[in-house]
C-alpha cells in the first residue's frame, strides 16, 4: 500500500483516523500498531512475522542492555549481538544474491540460489532498530517499557516505507505523550496534500518522461540530457513528496517528525547538497557510523577513509549493486575534493557552485538508475557525446518541447520560493488564506484525478 492510492486515501487513512480520535489516549497507541502491521501485511503478509519478530527482537535487548549497564556489566555484548542480528536480517534479505554473484565471480563456488522479494520498508525500519539499541546503550534515552509503544515506533505506518529514518532519541517523549489540536491537524493535512501533488502531478509524470527517453533504441546528446534530467527530478519529488505526506500524517496523529529534505538542488556544494538531500539518512550515518570511527577529529588519512567508508555503506544501502557503491563513493571523492582543494571556490562564487554542484549531481543519478555499471558508462557517454546518434534528434526535441512546462514547473518548486508563500499564507487569516485553501484543494482534486485515471504511480525508493 502507498501514500498516493485511492485506496490509502478514501479507506484506510479515513478509518485510522476516525479510529484513532474515538478511542480515550491511552488506547492510541494501540489502534496505530494495529493499523500499521495491517498497513504493512497489505503488501506483503508473510513479511509481517519479520516485522513481529523484529519489534520482540529490539525489545527485548533493550531491557538486556539497560538492565547490564545497571548492574555494571556495561552491556557492551548485548548491544554487539544486538547489532550483528539486525544487520544479518538486512543482509539476508537485502544482499545474498549480490554477495552469492561476486563469490561466484571471484573463485567459481556457487551458492544456492534463493528467490527472496526485499522486505517492504527493511532498510529503514533496521536503521531505527539500530538507532534505538545505540540509544539505549549511550544513555541518551531510556529504555522502552511498553511493547506498544515500541512496536509503534518499529512499524508507525506514516514512516515506516521510506522514511524519514526516525532516531529514537528524537521520538521517545512523543510515543508517552503528545498533543493533537485542530491546527495542528491542519498542518497535517496541508503537508499530505502539498506531497500528494509532488508525487503525482510531477513526479509520475516526470518518470513517463524518462521510461519513453530510456526505452529509446539510440541516444542523441539532447535525449540523454533530457532523460537525465526528467529523472533527476523525478527522484527528488517522487521521494520528497513521499517523506512531505509522511511528515504530514504524523501531524495528523500528533507526532513532530523532521524534515527529510530541504530543497537540496539549490545547494552551492556537495556538501551542502548531502546536508539538504535524505536529510534522516544522512543525520544517522553521521551519528551511528562518521563520528564513532573519529568523524574529522582524525588526521587527514584516517579522515579520507572514514569518509570513503561511510559512502561506500551508504550507497550499498540503497541497493545491492556495484552501482550504489560506485554511486556513493561518487559522492565520498567529491566531498573529499571539496574539504581539501575546491571550497573556496564554491564559496567565492555562489553561482559557479550551485551550477557545479547540480551538474555532479545529475551526473550521479546515472548511476542510480542504471541497471549496470556498463549501461551507467554508456548513458554517460551518451551525455558526453560519444556513440551517439548525433547532438539532437528528433525524440530528443520531441521530449524537450513537449516537458518544457513540467521542468519549468520541477524548477520553480525546488526553489524555496513557492513552499514558503504558502506556508506563510496559509497560516494568516487575511484576505489571502482562502485563496491558498482553494489552491490546496485544487492540487487534491487534481491529484485525485490523476490516480484515477493514470495506472503509472511508481515509488522509486520501495526498492531501497
Known amino acids: 500500500m502507498v501514500f498516493s492510492s485511492i485506496f490509502f486515501i478514501f479507506s484506510f487513512l479515513p478509518v485510522t483516523i476516525v479510529a484513532y480520535y474515538l478511542v480515550p489516549h491511552r488506547m492510541r497507541n494501540g489502534i496505530l500498531l494495529l493499523t500499521s502491521l495491517f498497513f504493512y501485511a497489505w503488501g506483503e503478509p508473510v513479511y ?5 519478530y523484529s519489534i520482540l527482537f529490539n525489545y527485548i535487548m533493550g531491557i538486556d542492555i539497560a538492565r547490564k549497564q545497571r548492574r555494571g556489566k556495561g552491556g557492551g555484548v548485548s548491544l554487539f549481538f544486538g547489532v550483528v542480528i539486525n ?3 538486512l543482509g539476508f534479505f537485502k544482499y545474498y544474491g549480490f554477495l552469492a554473484e561476486n563469490i561466484e565471480t571471484l573463485t567459481g563456488a556457487v551458492l544456492p540460489e534463493l528467490e527472496l522479494s526485499l522486505p517492504i520498508g527493511l532498510s529503514f525500519y533496521t536503521f531505527q532498530s539500530l538507532s534505538y539499541l545505540v540509544d539505549v546503550y549511550r544513555g541518551k534515552a531510556r529504555y522502552q517499557k511498553n511493547i506498544l509503544s515500541f512496536g509503534l515506533y518499529i512499524s508507525m505506518f506514516p514512516q515506516l516505507v521510506a522514511g524519514p529514518i526516525v532516531q529514537y532519541s528524537d521520538i521517545d517523549a512523543q510515543l508517552k505523550s503528545r498533543k493533537t489540536s485542530m491546527d495542528k491537524f491542519g498542518q497535517g493535512v496541508r503537508y499530505f496534500i502539498w506531497g500528494l501533488g509532488k508525487k503525482v502531478l510531477l513526479a509520475n509524470n516526470l518518470g513517463a518522461v524518462y521510461e519513453a527517453v530510456a526505452a529509446l533504441p539510440a541516444l542523441s546528446v539532447l535525449s540523454a540530457w533530457v532523460g537525465a534530467l526528467a529523472y533527476t527530478f523525478q527522484i527528488y519529488y517522487d521521494f520528497s513528496g513521499y517523506s512531505d505526506m509522511a511528515i504530514g500524517l504524523g501531524r495528523m496523529f500528533g507526532f513532530e517528525l523532521k524534515e527529510n529534505f530541504s530543497h537540496p538542488y539549490c545547494a552551492r556544494s556537495i556538501t551542502e547538497f548531502w546536508r539538504r538531500w535524505h536529510i534522516s539518512l544522512g543525520s544517522w550515518f553521521r551519528e551511528y557510523v562518521y563520528i564513532p570511527l573519529g568523524g574529522n ?10 569518509l570513503l567508508l561511510v559512502w561506500a555503506l551508504t550507497g550499498l544501502w540503497h541497493g545491492a549493486s556495484w ?27 555562489p553561482i559557479l557552485g550551485t551550477i557545479y554542484t ?8 546515472v548511476f542510480f ?8 558508462g554508456s548513458y554517460l557517454k551518451a551525455m558526453a557525446g560519444v556513440g551517439t546518434v548525433g547532438i539532437t534528434d528528433e525524440a530528443g526535441m520531441y521530449y524537450l518541447l513537449t516537458s518544457l512546462v513540467l521542468f519549468w514547473l520541477s524548477w520553480i518548486f525546488a526553489v524555496p520560493t513557492a513552499s ?26 487534481t491529484a485525485v484525478a490523476y490516480l484515477i485515471h493514470d495506472t503509472y504511480n511508481p515509488f522509486l525508493y520501495f526498492r531501497f
Do not use: C, Q
Open 48 to 52: 509481517l512475522f519479520l516485522m513481529l
Open 87 to 89: 544487520l544479518l536480517i
Open 420 to 445: 514558503r508563500i504558502s506556508e506563510e499564507h496559509m497560516e494568516r487569516s487575511d484576505g489571502w488564506a482562502p485563496l491558498f485553501l482553494l489552491i490546496h484543494v485544487g492540487i487534491f482534486m
Open 369 to 376: 538508475f542504471s541497471p549496470t555499471l556498463g549501461a551507467a
Open 323 to 349: 552501482n550504489f557503491v560506485v554511486w556513493g563513493l561518487y559522492y565520498g571523492v567529491l566531498l573529499i575534493l571539496e574539504k581539501y582543494l575546491l571550497r573556496r571556490v564554491t564559496e567565492r562564487i
Open 297 to 306: 577529529r582524525v588526521s587527514v588519512l584516517r579522515h579520507i577513509l572514514n
Open 358 to 365: 547540480m551538474l555532479l549531481v545529475i551526473v550521479g543519478w
